[in-house]
């Protein structure tokens, strides 16, 4: 009996010990695995905001290459063609060999090395290696805005109906000078061709701010409507009351200023017409 005790108390102990380290076992197994389903959820979590991040930022590249090919469709649009037709006249001219005065003749060269000029700039903007990177890189360098301003307006003829103020002062921006140039003269034609003939019609200006330099080009014209002016800078749309013109060149000088960082406006001119300006930041807080 004494042996039959001892036997079942040991058996009983060794029973209890089993049990108690199986409950033990199972309670690091039930540990380990919500560890490992913490963990994986976790790292589900992680994969899942990455995923989100990257496709922000798929989003956000794509839209900016959408802007860069309009900003090629456009230019293509707006200069190649006429670029060509005002250069094949030159040429249609030039091969009629008779004499012409001289002051024409001055007028014919200046126009042949605008027409050299502006069909330089398409070029430069749409080749066939930049349309197929579908992308506009502005190659940016520093620009003396003022003096700039005056190697530009050297395409127009002095005095009526464009004049030009700028300020004794000169300041710095860093820009693409090509795609600036676009801009501008995309705005003065605009208001060349809804201002009148007169002297003063188009008035260009500069005005040397804390943080930026602005540009802008004033006509005496019909102006633009109020309910359009938040929306003449978008693509086929004229904004001015007339309905002349394809609404492709306002929206190419807002491509132009939103690769720069800069701010594009129209406001009212006075006693009528229409002022358009672009803002671009300046360089630094130099003046010279």
């Known amino acids: ?33 919500g560890l490992l389903v913490e963990e994986a959820e976790q790292l589900e979590q992680r994969v899942q905001e990455r ?23 456009l230019a293509s649009y707006e200069f190649r ?3 060509a037709k005002i250069r094949s006249t030159l040429d249609a001219l030039h091969d009629l060999h008779e004499p012409v005065p001289q002051d024409v003749q001055e007028r014919l060269d200046n126009l042949r090395t605008a027409s050299d000029r502006l069909i330089f700039l398409a070029n430069k903007l749409i080749t066939h290696d930049r349309w ?14 003022r003096a700039w301003m005056l190697e530009l307006m050297r395409d127009y003829e002095a005095g009526p109906p464009v004049s ?9 921006i860093v820009a693409d000078p090509v795609l600036l140039r676009i801009a501008l003269q995309n705005l003065i034609d605009n208001a060349l061709a809804h201002g009148s003939k007169g002297a003063g019609a188009v008035q260009v200006g500069l005005k040397l701010l804390s943080n930026t330099v602005e540009f802008s080009v004033a006509d005496d014209g019909p102006g633009v409507p109020d309910d359009h002016k938040s ?29 720069h960082g800069g701010q594009v406006g129209v406001d009212d001119a ?5 002022r358009f300006w672009m803002a671009l930041p300046r360089a630094r807080d130099t003046q010279r």
């Open 1 to 33: 009996m004494v042996l039959l005790a001892g036997y079942l108390a040991l058996l009983g102990d060794l029973t209890w010990r089993t049990v108690r380290d199986r409950q033990a076992s199972e309670r690091e197994r039930e540990q380990l695995h």
């Open 51 to 73: 995923t989100v991040a990257l496709r922000a930022a798929n989003a956000e590249l794509m839209e900016a290459e959408a802007h860069q090919r309009e900003l090629l469709s």
């Open 81 to 83: 063609t006429p670029a």
């Open 132 to 145: 197929r990177e579908l992308s506009v890189k502005p190659q940016t360098k520093p620009l003396w805005v």
């Open 164 to 172: 030009v103020t700028l300020p004794h002062a000169d300041a710095e």
């Open 231 to 259: 929306k003449v800078f978008e693509r086929f749309v004229s904004g001015r009351s007339s309905g002349q013109g394809h609404g492709l060149g306002l929206s190419i000088v807002a491509s132009v200023v939103r690769l």
């Open 270 to 274: 006075q006693p009528h017409g229409a």
